[in-house]
């Protein structure tokens, strides 16, 4: 069972940094994206960002201003958001796959002031 633990959320003002964390309990096969998701009240889980050793994906909306690491060694990922907005506001989850199977994080809650 791959457990996935997410750290670094908070509130902020617009403008401002933050950088998230996760790991994972298992090793992930560097073929394997690892990822960060979001989901706003009231709208659909979404794709941030995403890593693997042949791919980096970013959504429209956060690219310039996130950036997507990974450690591959120690199998964890982290997001380093600059410049955030308000509309940023969400739940980020730490997500995963491992044998085709997908993991997610509990989530942790991001929070951008006007």
């Known amino acids: 069972q791959v457990q996935l633990v997410e750290s670094g959320g908070g509130l902020v003002q617009a403008g401002g940094s933050l950088r998230l964390s996760c790991a994972s309990s298992?090793?992930?096969?560097?073929?394997?994206?690892m990822g960060w998701y979001r989901q706003a009240p009231g709208k659909q889980r979404e794709l941030v960002a995403s890593?693997?050793?042949?791919?980096?994906d970013y959504a429209d909306s956060v690219k310039g201003r996130f950036a997507i690491s990974r450690d591959y060694a120690k199998s964890t990922v982290a997001l380093q958001m600059d410049s955030l907005v308000p509309e940023d506001t969400a739940v980020y989850y730490c997500?995963?796959?491992?044998?085709?199977?997908?993991?997610w994080g509990k989530g942790i809650q991001v929070t951008v002031s006007s």
């Open positions: 997500n995963t796959a491992r044998y085709g199977i997908q993991h």
């Open positions: 298992q090793m992930i096969f560097s073929v394997n994206a």
């Open positions: 890593i693997s050793s042949t791919s980096t």
